[in-house]
């Protein structure tokens, strides 16, 4: 008898989650190799509903069936009393999650990859200490319940991170970059490029006069909006009662130019699948709908909680129960090139990056962070670096005007598709 048959005879629903993975992960420091370790992990997860009470046991690699049911019987005893209810089987949409020849790609390639990075960026400048990270990795996992879902889903990724990190006196320069696929590929050259341009231009100094001017978030340096966003529409905070956007379905919060997406059915991307890790079809669904508050995202609990139906958005490790999460968030590019956007500007601010992101109580829309890396934009044209210089704001308040949103788009940490974005008076503080 299987692990599902032997469980339904002892509680009313049952989920069993099954996972294997194997990751390959090249470490670089300070311009060095440090390691290179292959790992393989596999494991199951039960979930059972008893009383309407919700259990949960899981254990890694081979472990008596008996055993993880009596553990799950038991968490049941004390669990939440929540109504969920596991999916019936439904289909989803198709969508490539797997490229089988990632997995014939050797580690001196690997390695071959990170020296070349390395090599690279030290040519623009070689006071700087590099790090890379390349992490390929190799997942499966199967689901199946008492209410006849059983789906599946094998995915490839290929990731790779690079920092950049130099100190003159009191001068410290900290970029970082990283791209992410299914399959094997060179787009880390294009990261490369990107971190080559902006460590180029930060070895020119520039003086901003500091108060209210316009000022450009590059897509990096706009995780700084995109993170109170990605948290307000969190069904976990809006059950919780945490998110800002609780009551606010249907209303107006933004300039009408802000469109977010979460779409996992992109072909060829990481975070995409036919499927959520409870079983749930997935979709792709608007946001915030040209400023509108939309759509939450929901796991089977949190949806239940607020008496509606999960958004095939619950995510899940082997040892942690599902929760809500996005998978790629799209914000919809403009209409506007960037050289537009910045020949309209006689004295702003381009931001690159922030220091201390999601510090502090974001979620409320609040955020007062140091500039990491920005250049001041004089007359239209990038002129240099900018130091100690800080800004600050709320998204509630700054997004409902925004002055450009940019044709020009980029993915950022593998998850977030952002264009540039340009707030046209904000408060800028720091040395004349």
């Not at 032997?6 to 194997?22: C, D, T």
């Not at 999916?87 to 390695?111: H, M, Q, S, W």
């Not at 090139?337 to 999601?358: N, Q, T």
């Amino acid at each position: 008898m299987d692990l599902l048959s032997a469980v339904r005879a002892k509680a009313k629903q049952a989920e069993v989650y099954s996972v294997s993975s194997e990751s390959t992960e090249i470490h670089f420091e300070a311009n060095e190799m440090k390691s290179a370790t292959v790992q393989e992990t596999q494991g199951t997860a039960l979930r059972v509903i008893v009383d309407g009470r919700l259990g949960f046991a899981a254990a890694s690699g081979t472990v008596p069936e008996g055993e993880l049911i009596e553990n799950a019987l038991a968490s049941a005893r004390y669990g939440d009393q929540v109504p969920i209810v596991f999916p019936a089987a439904a289909p989803g949409p198709e969508v490539k999650t797997y490229d089988p020849e990632l997995a014939n790609v050797p580690i001196p390639r690997l390695v071959e990859i990170g020296r070349e990075i390395i090599e690279t960026l030290r040519d623009i400048d070689p006071d700087a200490k590099i790090g890379v990270d390349i992490d390929r990795s190799l997942d499966r996992f199967s689901l199946r319940n008492s209410a006849g879902a059983d789906t599946g889903d094998q995915s490839s990724s290929f990731a790779v991170g690079i920092s950049v990190e130099r100190v003159r006196g009191d001068d410290v320069l900290m970029v970082y970059d990283s791209v992410y696929d299914i399959a094997f590929s060179e787009n880390y050259r294009e990261a490369v490029q990107r971190l080559a341009d902006k460590v180029e231009r930060a070895k020119r100094p520039a003086r901003l006069r500091p108060g209210r001017m316009p000022v450009i978030f590059s897509p990096s340096g706009a995780m700084v909006l995109a993170l109170p966003i990605m948290m307000g529409v969190n069904g976990q905070n809006v059950q919780r009662g945490t998110s800002p956007m609780k009551e606010r379905l249907g209303e107006q919060l933004f300039d009408a130019r802000l469109t977010l997406w979460d779409d996992p059915t992109i072909s060829a991307r990481p975070r995409s699948s036919s499927h959520d890790q409870e079983g749930v079809p997935c979709r792709r669904k608007a946001l915030i709908h040209q400023g509108t508050c939309a759509e939450f995202l929901y796991d089977l609990r949190t949806a239940a909680m607020m008496e509606t139906q999960s958004t095939g958005n619950g995510a899940r490790g082997l040892f942690s129960t599902p929760s809500p999460s996005p998978s790629n968030l799209i914000f919809q590019e403009g209409d506007q090139p960037l050289r537009e956007m910045l020949a309209g500007i006689e004295h702003g601010l381009l931001v690159e990056s922030l220091l201390g992101l999601g510090q502090g109580n974001a979620i409320s829309g609040a955020f007062s962070n140091a500039i990491g890396l920005g250049y001041l934009i004089d007359h239209g044209e990038i002129t240099g670096r900018v130091k100690n210089v800080s800004i600050a704001g709320n998204i509630y308040e700054n997004l409902r005007e925004i002055g450009a949103i940019s044709q020009e788009n980029y993915w950022v940490r593998g998850m977030l598709r952002m264009p540039y974005i340009l707030l046209p008076d904000m408060k800028v503080v720091g040395e004349e």
